[in-house]
C-alpha cells in the first residue's frame, strides 16, 4: 500500500500565498506521475497540476502563471506553491499519484486526505 500526507492549506486572503506539500510513504515501487486535484462544493474533481520523475508538468489552464508545482523524487515528496490565489481557488485539495508496490504488479491511483484552501475576498 501507499500513503500519501498532505499538509499546509488554510485560510488566506485573495493575492495571497500557500504552500501545499504530499509526502508518500509504503511500499513503493515506482511513483509517477505526482499531483493535486482540487473540488469545490457542488463541483467535479479536477486536475490541477502533476509532474513526472523527469520533471515534466502539466497544469490546468486555470491555474498557469500561478501556481508552480515541484517535486523530490528522493522523498517521493510533491509541493505546490500557490501564488496571487483567488477566491475561485476555494476547493478541498487532493494529492494524487500512480504508484506501484512491485515490478509485477499493477500501477494504481492513490489518494490523500484532501486539504482545505480557503481563499477569502
Known amino acids: 500500500q501507499v500513503q500519501l500526507v498532505e499538509s499546509g492549506g488554510g485560510l488566506v486572503q485573495a493575492g495571497g500565498s500557500l504552500r501545499l506539500s504530499c509526502a508518500a510513504s509504503g511500499s513503493i515501487f515506482s511513483i509517477n506521475p505526482m499531483g493535486w486535484y482540487r473540488q469545490a462544493p457542488g463541483q467535479q474533481r479536477e486536475l490541477v497540476a502533476d509532474?513526472?520523475?523527469?520533471?515534466?508538468?502539466n497544469y490546468a489552464d486555470s491555474v498557469k502563471g500561478r501556481f508552480t508545482i515541484s517535486r523530490d523524487n528522493a522523498k517521493n515528496t510533491v509541493y505546490l506553491q500557490m501564488n496571487s490565489l483567488k477566491p475561485e481557488d476555494t476547493a478541498v485539495y487532493y494529492c494524487?499519484?500512480?504508484?506501484?508496490?512491485?515490478?509485477?504488479?499493477?500501477?494504481?491511483?492513490?489518494w490523500g486526505q484532501g486539504t482545505q484552501v480557503t481563499v477569502s475576498s
Open positions: 494524487a499519484a500512480d504508484a506501484s508496490t512491485g515490478i509485477l504488479r499493477p500501477r494504481m491511483k492513490y
Open positions: 509532474i513526472t520523475s523527469g520533471g515534466s508538468t
